[in-house]
């Protein structure tokens, strides 16, 4: 008897169900059949009276049951809710239509600084370099004559990866580890073993230190390098090529300074400073803006080229560095809260 019942339920469930046309029509329905006086609920009642050897099969008949009945409600639930989608819009959706809004998207403020460092320096012949973010420690310390044992290595405080981890498109060799790379100069190591000088490149950037994150600190931050090698480069092409920059970049009346400084990549290096009357607040102090200096013999021992032939310049700056300067930001954090209220100030969109 409840065998044939529920057999008859199923059965009208099954075919009752397409033809709801909407969420009323459906939800007086399921409350005909499951609800508190529905006609699965009756038929669960009347279990009490099934003898008891018979229980179990009968139990898993009311769920066999149960299931299939669920099963026309959620397709006849999932096609409801899809045509209240549809007509609440007006219309089937598109997805291949061009958006109705009108803020198109804009390129963040740190790929607009890096944008036009880059197009600077393509102008007078430097061209794009690309590393890779993973690197070894060959490329980021060794080869730029940072040992192991250097203290510049604890400078630039870094994200090993596990020792056991091997990757396929950055070979290292057994005793060494890959890290994150902790700045650009890794990009100089590879273009140098890649193209023969003359060598003109800017490699823009992601790198990664164990910074406590604070208003000037990042763990995760944006560098742009420049490496010229040729023969007879000298400190005034070195000068002079970030003369240029400068004055582009932070107005025709900027002047520059170096700074003797100290890297194990370059000799002489040099920190250099920079000035402008044009700069509101920030006007007519020196300000710190990037590490530069002539590439050091050992640089050039370690890529199989001879520094008696050979002589060139680097540099490297923070992107945000620039860009704070450049847009009045003095919390590098808000640069990576995607909040668009601060976005929307840098991408000529109106507001
Ligand atoms: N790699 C240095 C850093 O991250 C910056 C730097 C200094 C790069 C001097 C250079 C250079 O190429 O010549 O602090």
């Given at each position: ?11 009208l ?21 499951s ?42 639930n ?14 089937p ?12 998207g ?5 790929a607009?600084?890096?944008?036009q ?7 007078i ?19 730029l ?19 056991s ?6 070979s290292?060799?057994t005793d ?33 230190r ?18 010229y090698?040729?023969?007879k ?23 520059t ?27 007519n ?19 199989g ?21 450049l ?8 640069y990576?809260?995607n ?9 000529g969109?109106?507001?």
């Amino acid at each position: 008897m409840i065998e044939e019942k529920l057999d008859t339920l199923v059965t009208l469930v099954d075919e009752s169900c397409p033809n709801l046309k909407n969420r009323a029509e459906f939800d007086n329905f399921k409350a005909s059949i499951s609800g508190p006086r529905g006609q699965l609920t009756e038929i669960m009642k009347s279990m009490g009276s099934v003898p008891k050897e018979e229980k179990p099969a009968m139990g898993k008949k009311i769920n066999e049951a149960k299931q299939l009945i669920q099963k026309s409600f959620d397709a006849a639930n999932n096609r409801i809710e899809e045509a209240e989608l549809v007509s609440s819009l007006g219309a089937p959706i598109d997805p291949t239509l061009p958006s109705p809004d009108e803020a198109k998207g804009a390129i963040h403020p740190i790929a607009q600084v890096r944008d036009q460092v880059v197009d600077l320096f393509h102008r007078i012949g430097f061209s794009v370099a690309e590393g890779t973010e993973l690197e070894t420690e060959y490329y980021c310390f060794d080869a730029l004559n940072i040992p192991s044992d250097h203290p510049a290595r604890d400078m630039q405080d870094s994200y090993f990866m596990p020792e056991s981890l091997s990757i396929s498109n950055v070979s290292k060799k057994t005793d060494e580890q890959y890290l994150l790379r902790t700045h650009t100069s890794s990009v100089q190591i590879r273009t140098l073993l890649e193209e023969k000088p003359p060598i003109r490149i800017v490699a823009p950037g992601r790198c990664f230190r164990r910074d406590t994150p604070d208003a000037t600190h990042s763990a995760n931050f944006h560098q742009i390098e420049g490496l010229y090698v040729d023969k007879k480069v000298t400190l005034t092409d070195l000068k002079a090529t970030l003369d240029y920059f400068v004055k582009q970049v932070f107005g025709a009346s900027a002047k520059t300074r170096l700074r003797p400084s100290f890297f194990p990549f370059t000799e002489p290096s040099f920190e250099m400073d920079f000035y402008s009357p044009d700069l509101g607040k920030l006007s007519n102090k020196w300000l710190e803006i990037m590490g530069c200096g002539m590439v050091d013999p050992e640089v050039f021992k370690s890529v199989g080229l001879d520094p008696e032939e050979y002589s060139g310049f680097a540099f490297g700056m923070g992107i945000e560095r620039i860009a704070m300067i450049l847009q009045g930001v003095d919390d590098i954090r808000y640069y990576y809260h995607n909040d668009i209220r601060f976005l929307r100030q840098f991408s000529g969109i109106k507001q």
